[in-house]
């Protein structure tokens, strides 16, 4: 049965570059939206130069540009300007992350471009939003991270904040994006009388918005957090154990329920008549001792032995993976987790699935990350009537 996907008919314009923005566009575009990546002429997005690589392939490019066209435009040119224009006329949604008021600059800003699309919807996303004494600062994740006052509460106290390891700021940010713009998609197509709009997402307060019990404690008790190593000040016991076996896993009880299945995995059902450890709130105060005794009884176990009589418990643990244990485990595989693409040199590349899961609507992966340009005769042509003779002259000019 052909299935319609759901944001079939979605005409999506990619003018950003690297990660955060162009990851919210890769997320429409799973789901069926036309996404439209416009690059720079003979340099193309960032992105292509990044790590890891495979026989000079960039191999991220693959995944976070899967399902998208790609057209070259120099948008410093009159003719690439206008180009555009003739795109944002027939298209839905702009995704952007130029630096505050590079647009505006070209000419090319909201207010411009609602003139020729009064329902066009523009994603802008920068490093500390559109406004504000920040706005005109370079935004990069790793800095927005520590901006947002994340990176303050991660590493051990005798030692330097540490930021992740990987882009998540910036992940996180491509959420907010693809969540935003279909909030203005449902205003403008299904709410009376909706109508285009710009969105202003920042980096920093993407990650912001995920601590509120940062905010809450600071503003209601003055206290300031600091760093700790892992999860502390919600839970107990928490955190990151070694088993016999020299395995590390994690385990969390955030509830005196899940507590008192834990206890009884362990054959210490006394600790619930303990004063120490009798509730969550006072195993806070007592984390340390907690966590030590738990510790040391973890230690008697071997990883799947105390992974089975914990999960016949209902104690949420698991075990600490690396890509090569993801790449083994049957949850991954029977989740599809992990998907197999074709790619014209490499043949084929596993990349991420489809996340999330729609019982009527899957997502789907049509082709990896295209070649730079790979589209521009297809778009230029089919979609913005223009002839071979032009095209001729904007590739000679440097248009495309």
């Not at 209601?220 to 076996?245: C, M, V, Y």
């Not at 029977?334 to 014209?344: F, K, T």
Request: net charge negative.
């Amino acid at each position: 049965m052909n299935i319609k996907e759901p944001l079939s008919g979605i005409r999506i314009i990619d003018l950003s570059t690297v990660i955060a923005a162009p990851f919210g566009a890769t997320l429409l575009g799973d789901f069926g939206a036309e996404v439209i990546k416009v690059e720079l002429p003979g340099k193309g997005d960032p992105l292509r130069s990044l790590g890891p690589f495979s026989e000079k392939e960039p191999l991220r490019w693959s995944g976070l540009s899967r399902n998208k066209k790609s057209i070259t435009l120099d948008l410093h040119k009159e003719e690439g300007k206008e180009i555009l224009k003739k795109l944002v006329s027939k298209s839905d949604v702009i995704i952007e992350n130029f630096r505050t008021g590079t647009l505006e600059k070209w000419g090319l800003g909201y207010e411009e471009l609602k003139k020729i699309n009064p329902n066009l919807i523009v994603s802008r996303v920068t490093g500390y939003g559109q406004t504000g004494p920040y706005s005109n600062k370079a935004g990069f994740g790793t800095p927005a991270t520590a901006f947002s006052g994340f990176t303050y509460l991660h590493g051990y106290p005798d030692r330097p904040p540490i930021s992740p390891s990987f882009s998540l700021t910036d992940y996180i940010t491509g959420i907010y994006v693809a969540f935003s713009t279909m909030i203005a998609l449902y205003y403008r197509d299904v709410i009376e009388d909706g109508k285009g709009q710009y969105i202003d997402v920042s980096l920093y307060e993407s990650v912001f918005r995920m601590l509120e019990f940062l905010v809450a404690d600071y503003d209601q008790n003055g206290l300031i957090k600091e760093r700790t190593p892992g999860l502390s000040g919600h839970s107990a016991p928490a955190g990151t154990f070694e088993t016999r076996d020299n395995h590390w896993v994690v385990l969390v009880t955030s509830s005196d329920r899940t507590f008192e299945r834990l206890t009884q995995a362990m054959g210490r059902e006394d600790l619930l008549n303990n004063e120490k450890f009798s509730t969550n709130s006072v195993r806070l105060k007592y984390f340390d001792q907690t966590n030590k005794i738990v510790a040391d009884w973890i230690k008697t176990k071997n990883r799947d032995e105390l992974q089975k009589l914990l999960d016949d418990y209902g104690v949420p643990i698991s075990p600490i993976y690396s890509i090569e244990d993801i790449f083994e485990d049957e949850q991954y595989k029977q989740r599809e987790n992990i998907i197999e693409v074709d790619h014209p040199r490499l043949g084929k590349i596993k990349m991420p699935g489809i996340v999330p899961k729609f019982s009527e609507t899957p997502g789907s992966v049509k082709h990896v990350g295209p070649d730079l340009g790979e589209h521009n005769e297809e778009v230029l042509t089919s979609l913005l009537g223009y002839d071979c003779d032009e095209i001729r002259n904007f590739k000679k000019n440097s248009v495309i």
